[in-house]
């Protein structure tokens, strides 16, 4: 074993590799790590002879890859409890929202918010979901809605990923909402978010490019526009699509090669259809269904159907899911959604990686991969998606560093 630096004996891996075993499982385990990386996995009674710089007895407990959140707005200012509570006496969302609250809101209080404030709200927020085993983070802006105050937001979320063992992916969602100096010009805030692209893409800190794509926001042609400006500066691109009406956002976003489509409580055949040809993944955020009460259930069987890879999120943010658990997404993926325990792992693990253009190198325990690694107490894997409010994580490890144990 020359230059391990750390070997995991007696594991049971839920690998999450397609292809063999439910859960891609290998019981009587042992995996080594080198340099950050999974440098072998083998089984326990085949491990070479030799020196490890570390050797921990998992005692038959589970791995998993470390879990990944692929669609977050941790970083935002204030919170929107008083909506709810209005939501509470009738109000909808979009209505809400077209009164000039809801997303709008939130802008007010992030643009009135400094860097530092918007860094020390949003760690508690980022430490919640590491410790549940969270080793990657997507982060998007679109509370800013004016370049500096969205530059803003990246640099914190950049900034969360220095200073926490996590590593962010940053989304620039300058297209979120039409911000109140624009309020019934949404063609001319296009316009101003089609010229900051080219600075956001200098900047180097927004790792692809989202919208929402809505009746409340931007439009199909609009929002194509946007793609479009994205492809043609290199900038990977999701899309949030047919979350509150089927406006045929999912074939757009299939069309521009998305990394994923996101929502797609209302998404077509068709659409599905694009989907799976562009390899596009299907990013469903049982959160935002369960606090605005929506009864439209995304279109799971046609996503299995046509072999759509399904990813599940928090969405956390202040306005539609204001979660920080990810396990908590399992139960309801699986409950809300009719995912198998199974897919909602892969869920928030392989498919999750894939949607954030990183499947090469993360969401599953593979030779070669990045070892974050998740070390939980359960007898069986189906365990994370049947049990909620309850955290079972033993240990975690981010790049084969151990950053959490219980
Ligand atoms: O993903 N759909 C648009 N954006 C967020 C909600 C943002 C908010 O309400 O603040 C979402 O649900
Ligand atoms: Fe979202």
Redesign the pocket.
């Known amino acids: 074993m020359p230059g391990w630096d750390l070997l995991l004996t007696n594991a049971r891996l839920a690998t999450m590799e397609p292809g063999g075993e439910a859960y891609g499982a290998r019981e009587g385990a042992a995996l080594a790590v080198a340099s950050g990386r999974i440098a072998w996995i083998g089984p326990q009674a085949e491990v070479p002879q030799g020196e490890a710089a570390q050797i921990i007895d998992l005692e038959g407990r589970w791995v998993t890859p470390g879990l990944v959140d692929c669609h977050t ?1 941790l970083v935002y200012g204030g919170d ?1 409890a008083a909506e709810f509570e209005l939501r509470l006496t009738g109000a909808t969302y979009e209505e809400i929202a077209r009164a000039g609250g ?2 709008l809101s ?1 802008v007010q209080a992030t643009r009135a918010a400094t860097e530092d404030e918007l860094y020390h709200s949003a760690l508690p927020r980022a430490r919640a979901l590491l410790a549940e085993g969270v080793t990657t983070l997507e982060i998007k802006s ?1 509370y800013g809605l004016a370049l500096d105050h969205e530059l803003k937001q990246l640099k914190v979320a950049r900034r969360i990923g220095d200073s926490l063992p996590l590593e962010v992916r940053t989304t620039f969602l300058g297209a ?1 909402a039409v911000p109140p100096e624009f309020k019934d010009r949404g063609e001319d805030y296009l316009q101003a978010v089609l010229a900051m692209l080219p600075e956001v893409a200098a900047s180097g800190l927004a790792d692809a490019v989202d919208a ?1 794509c ?1 009746t409340i926001a931007f439009s199909l042609e609009q929002t194509r526009r946007l793609l479009q400006a994205a492809r043609d500066l290199g900038l990977p691109i999701k899309l ?1 699509a047919d ?1 509150l009406s089927d406006s045929g956002g999912a074939a757009l976003a299939a069309q521009f090669g998305a990394l994923s489509a996101d ?1 797609l409580e209302h998404t077509n055949e068709e659409g599905a259809a694009a989907m799976a040809k562009a390899g596009t993944v299907a990013v469903l ?1 049982p959160g ?1 269904f369960y606090f605005l009460r929506e009864s439209k259930l995304p279109p799971v069987d046609l996503f299995r159907r046509h072999g759509v890879g399904m990813a599940l999120s928090t ?1 956390s ?5 204001p979660v920080t658990s990810l396990l908590l997404m399992l139960s309801m993926g699986c409950t809300f959604f009719r995912l198998t325990p199974e897919e909602a792992l892969a869920g928030v693990t392989r498919e999750a990686a894939r949607a954030l253009g990183l499947g090469a190198s993360h969401g599953t325990l593979r030779e070669g991969k990045v070892a974050d690694l998740a070390v939980w107490n359960i007898e069986r894997p189906a365990e994370l998606s049947y049990r909620f409010g309850f955290n079972p994580l033993h240990q975690l490890f981010k790049a084969g560093n151990e950053v959490a144990s219980q």
């Open positions: 707005h929107r809801g997303i939130t679109g979120h929402f809505e949030h979350q929502h955020l935002a969405d943010n202040p306005g539609s899911s």
